[in-house]
């Protein structure tokens, strides 16, 4: 009798050992190196919000795509009025919120009237500034009409800020996120890491994984030591681009460099007197060295910009040979604008590395042509203060990472404080065009005028470098927008 | 004793409503506006405004300030801005790892800190000593994060006896737990120890050449019984001051080991906080540790009286 039993077990154990060998992983740690501060995408602008839930949790009427491009969501397919006004959205049907509560067209008009409502407090409260009337048509049709056509529309629909809530949860999705998509939240231990496992009632194509877990490594130093002991399997965002070479010929796996939609640039305040002169802008732009700062400050990753444009963008167009580096010319320029003996003036930084390490390479290279530049490194709340929102300052070094965002260039009262009418004048024209080509053609010129007035010193696109182990597949190679988008990743074996 | 008490008490009392109102004039006059910080660079300055009337900002400094020092008197910490969860709940999450963390790391220090000491200051001006103190300056030279990155390269990534950072929480185990804490407490315990061993080193060689320890040893006594019996209780006072001193910065001041092992400790609390200007967050916290290190010094003084019965008998 015993002995049969110890025989079953056996049997049993070696059955279970079996059957996991065969069967993939379903489970999953990924690496984020900044804590959320709450998990409500409708409510704040961190990006790290939306690394955990975009497109896992939470899922809006249309999404953004791999490569930026603007897929069906929630909304499986639209018409648009023939004077580009009224957007009519065909809804998926049977689509059940991770509470069980159905989702309809209500939860629709909900949302967005209350994104875009006088006492919202959505960071990205613009993307809703066209909508004049959401109308639900029928529980599953719904016709949002616009004051003025909006080419970005669609593509404004698909940020994280614009996903569709459930009115019974959207006042508590800040702790316990409720949303429609295919992982719904299980646990945040504070501090430590967050729990998304599998939905059940999800609408579209099942996720592979069961679990997943983002763990929060707040220290670049940790990353390869976490990824090296298998305590952490991805880090799409990997936070240490110097030790990308530590893990870059192991086997075990796979370095992806893409592009991210983060501009880094050396910020002037256009109104700040010798910055307010052309020729004294221009002669910075020829003072920096691109590739150096590069090497220097991303370890050697990441493509020089000449505008305000991503190289993976179409509308990309490459003014990097406007300013080439020449210090020759910076000189010239100074003694052109009265300034042959230099100036002094100051470089903030924020906290990022592109800034701290780049600045320092930049103060040398402007040191070279006479521009004598004083470090002053500043956290992130004293930069938004100082520099964003109080506009005291003379330079500073920050990556623009919003998506397609040439406009803030003729946003009133914006930081650079840089003011030309022909510039305004193109990107009114371009929220109003729809035409592909003529979107092009703007939007070509818009980078054009930026480069001639050396608005600011256009650096580089800033990389992404993601690391995760070899057996997984299905992660973004790009960040067209700043999303880890778990849908389609599994463990091969 | 009891005067001795009631003064200590009082110190504390006045130290900690002094500390509070330093805190919280501190941390008005640091620029960044936490609600510019919630809602980014897209957001309009009205719509900055609103929020901040939403989080209270805007109401006059003695108003918020008479408002959370009252809070704090029935033991109402606030609400995180960023959270929006209170910050009793926030601080109960850390305290459950870095308290235990503290300990370990006292504990560990101690135990080595004091045999080193004793053996040191035995072997004065040997080589042993010569040896033990070199050991011990290295301890306070090496930068503790490098050298917590040695410990997870050699434990975590080779020997894969523990994690490389992270804490599970006690809810996975008790075991599973205290195994990831324990490369942070050898990081932390080091330097601390080093310190410790020269300071009970010192302390001993000061009180053997005193003329009691040479009565003792003229009566007989052997050395390894004069050592432990009247050497080293009498040494033990700068020893109980550093290490009240150094409980104090275990509990919170671990910010860089926090980090490089991901520990969701106090240290990190306060230094998320402080990035993202959760102003009642830092206040609140900071408060509850300051309170915590005047416990700890309390606890020094009422040891002090313990070892030493002079100041029991005093008035």
């Known amino acids: 009798m015993k002995l049969w039993k110890t025989i079953l077990a056996a049997a049993a154990l070696v059955l279970a050992a079996g059957t996991s060998a065969f ?36 899922e809006g009427l249309t999404r953004i795509g791999p490569n930026g491009e603007v897929l069906p969501d929630l909304a499986e397919s639209w018409s648009i009025s023939d004077d580009g006004k009224a957007y009519t959205f065909k809804l998926h049907t049977g689509v059940k919120f ?17 994104a875009r409502a006088d006492n919202s407090v959505n960071a990205q409260k613009g993307l809703f500034a066209a909508i004049d009337t959401v109308e639900v048509v029928d529980p599953a049709t719904v016709k949002v009409t616009l004051k003025n056509p909006q080419s970005s529309f669609l593509y404004n629909m698909g940020w994280g800020d614009a996903v569709i809530v459930a009115p019974e949860t959207a006042d508590t999705n800040k702790e316990k996120p409720v949303g429609t998509g295919p992982f719904k939240f299980q646990s945040w231990a504070k501090g430590s890491s967050i729990t998304l496992i599998k939905s059940d009632t999800y609408w579209g194509a099942p996720v592979s994984l069961d679990k997943a877990e983002f763990r929060i490594v707040p220290d670049a130093a940790a990353a390869v030591p976490a990824l090296l002991s298998g305590d952490v399997q991805a880090f799409p965002f990997f936070p240490d681009l110097d030790g990308v070479a530590q893990v870059q010929g192991d086997p075990r796996f796979k370095v992806v460099i893409g592009a991210t939609e983060g501009e880094t640039i050396l910020s002037m305040n256009n109104k700040k007197p010798p910055l307010d002169k052309l020729e004294v802008r221009q002669a910075i732009s020829f003072a920096l060295d691109r590739k150096a700062i590069i090497d220097g400050a991303s370890a050697g990753l990441g493509v020089p910009i000449g505008s305000h444009m991503s190289p993976a963008s179409k509308a990309y167009v490459d003014l990097t040979g406007l300013y080439p580096h020449n210090v020759e010319k910076a000189r010239e320029l100074l003694k052109e604008a009265g300034l042959e003996n230099g100036f002094k003036a100051t470089l903030k930084l924020p906290p990022p590395p592109y800034a701290r390490l780049g600045g320092e390479i930049i103060a040398s290279q402007l040191r070279d042509v006479g521009i004598d530049l004083q470090i002053v490194p500043v956290e992130w709340a004293q930069w938004l203060d100082q520099v964003f929102t109080k506009k005291d300052y003379d330079l500073t070094i920050v990556s623009h990472t919003e998506p397609n965002d040439i406009d803030i260039y003729s946003r009133k009262d914006y930081y650079f404080n840089y003011d030309n009418p022909t510039f305004d004048t193109i990107i009114a024209d371009l929220n109003l065009t729809s035409d592909e080509a003529k979107r092009m053609t703007l939007l070509g010129e818009a980078q054009k005028i930026l480069a001639d007035d050396a608005v600011v010193g256009f650096l580089y696109e800033l990389p992404k470098a ?8 299905g992660f973004w190679e790009n960040a067209p927008i700043q999303a880890n988008d778990l849908t389609k990743v599994k463990w091969t074996e | 004793m009891t005067v001795y008490l009631l003064k200590r008490l009082a110190i504390a009392l006045i130290t900690l409503v002094l500390a509070s109102m330093v805190v919280f004039a501190v941390l008005e006059i640091i620029p960044g506006d936490p609600a510019r910080l919630m809602l980014g660079l897209n957001a309009s300055a009205d719509q900055v405004e609103l929020l901040r009337n939403q989080m209270g900002l805007n109401a006059p400094l003695a108003a918020r300030y008479l408002h959370w020092a009252g809070g704090l008197l029935s033991l109402d910490f606030g609400r995180s801005y960023t959270y929006s969860v209170p910050v009793i709940e926030l601080v109960r999450e850390r305290v459950v790892v870095s308290l235990p963390l503290a300990l370990i790391a006292l504990a560990l220090s101690t135990i080595i800190a004091i045999p080193v000491g004793l053996f040191s200051a035995g072997r004065h001006g040997r080589a042993g000593d010569t040896i033990a103190m070199g050991a011990a300056q290295l301890g306070v030279a090496v930068p503790n994060f490098w050298f917590a990155l040695m410990l997870i390269y050699l434990f975590a990534v080779w020997l894969r006896l523990v994690p490389a950072g992270g804490f599970p929480g006690w809810s996975a185990g008790v075991w599973p737990a205290l195994k990831s804490l324990v490369l942070p407490a050898i990081a932390l315990a080091l330097p601390q120890a080093a310190i410790l061993a020269r300071v009970t080193r010192s302390a001993l060689i000061e009180v053997l050449n005193e003329d009691y320890i040479r009565t003792a040893r003229a009566k007989g006594l052997p050395y390894r019984a004069v050592l432990w019996r009247h050497a080293l209780r009498n040494a033990m006072i700068p020893v109980l001051t550093i290490l009240g001193l150094q409980f104090a910065f275990l509990l919170a001041g671990t910010i860089i080991i926090e980090n490089v092992f991901y520990l969701p400790g106090l240290g990190r609390l306060v230094f998320q906080a402080i990035t993202q200007r959760d102003l009642i967050v830092v206040e609140s916290v900071v408060m509850l540790l300051v309170a915590a290190v005047i416990a700890v010094n309390l606890l020094v003084d009422l040891s002090y009286a313990v070892v030493d019965p002079r100041l029991r008998s005093r008035q």
Not at chain 1, 466 to 473: S, T
């Open chain 1, 98 to 114: 991770h509470d069980g509560t159905d989702f309809n067209a209500d939860d629709v008009k909900f949302s967005l009237d209350r």
């Open chain 1, 466 to 473: 993601g690391v995760w182990d070899a057996k997984l597949e």
């Open chain 1, 23 to 58: 069967a993939a992983r379903t489970d999953l740690v990924i690496g984020i190196t900044l804590e959320p501060p709450h998990l409500d995408p409708t409510a704040g602008a961190a990006a790290a919000i939306d690394e955990v839930l975009y497109a896992n949790v939470f």
